[in-house]
């Protein structure tokens, strides 16, 4: 019954690889989210979909790309991965999406590029 | 533009002593004010979040906050602290208009000692 998951939980890939992280959420919302959390804990938004469209695109490199089958799933895949891609990633939910909602993160993907 | 400051970046604590975590922000429009508390190697969870009205807001866990708008800080406290509110703890703002984007501050990491 967890509210939002992801797979993998953990990542270990080498550097030029192509990988893939799934989100899911069963809570019904019509908003999610990714964030990268830095090796310093500092936290950023990457991306944010609305019922399966995208409303907020930070300056990720164009190597990530998410992905939104419906709007239960947002997923997302990057290219050519670099050492700076090593984070821990974050997928959230809001029911709409407006500012004064809170949101429920997942337990984050652990991605480790060698 | 938002930005917020979380004014230090480790506090440590003994057992049932009170803390105050620290944040100030900065914004050009009206912003809703968030705490999210980060147990290690798990997502982040909701401790309280200031919308409106009262400027005391009472979250989970024991936690308070007041916001302050003359001083722009939204200060986390608790009177009597245990070994498990051992966590990171990060201060977000949102934009009251438009899709909601947390800006998150830079996390203050609560340490209990017995």
């Known amino acids: 019954d967890t509210a939002v998951s992801q797979t993998p939980k953990y990542l270990v890939t080498q550097m030029g690889n192509d990988k893939s992280i799934k989100c899911e959420q069963n809570?019904?919302?019509?908003?999610m989210y990714w964030y990268k959390q830095d090796s310093k804990k500092f936290l950023k938004i990457m991306f944010s979909?609305?019922?399966?469209?995208?409303?907020i695109n930070e300056t990720v490199p164009n190597r990530f790309s998410p992905k939104s089958p419906d709007k239960a799933h947002l997923n997302l895949h990057i290219n050519s991965l670099e050492l700076g891609d090593s984070a821990v990633y974050f997928c959230?939910?809001?029911?709409?999406?407006?500012?004064?909602?809170?949101?429920?993160f997942g337990p984050g993907t652990r991605l480790l590029v060698l | 533009a938002q930005s917020v400051t979380q004014l230090d970046s480790q506090v440590p604590v003994f057992e049932e002593a009170p803390v105050e975590l620290r944040c100030n922000y900065s914004?050009?429009?009206?912003?809703?004010l968030f705490w999210y508390v980060q147990y290690p190697n798990q997502g982040l969870q909701l401790l309280l979040k200031?919308?409106?009205?009262?400027?005391l807001v009472k979250g989970i866990n024991g936690f308070e906050a007041e916001f302050n708008k003359s001083q722009t800080s939204f200060h986390l406290r608790k009177p009597s602290v245990h070994i498990s509110d051992t966590a990171e703890y990060f201060c977000?703002?949102?934009?009251?208009?438009?899709?909601?984007?947390?800006?998150f501050g830079q996390g203050t990491r609560l340490t209990i000692n017995p």
């Open positions: 914004s050009s429009v009206s912003v809703y």
């Open positions: 809570l019904g919302h019509d908003t």
């Open positions: 977000a703002v949102s934009g009251q208009w438009g899709a909601q984007k947390l800006v």
């Open positions: 979909y609305n019922n399966k469209e995208l409303i």
């Open positions: 200031y919308l409106s009205g009262s400027t």
């Open positions: 959230a939910s809001t029911p709409t999406g407006t500012g004064q909602e809170t949101q429920y």
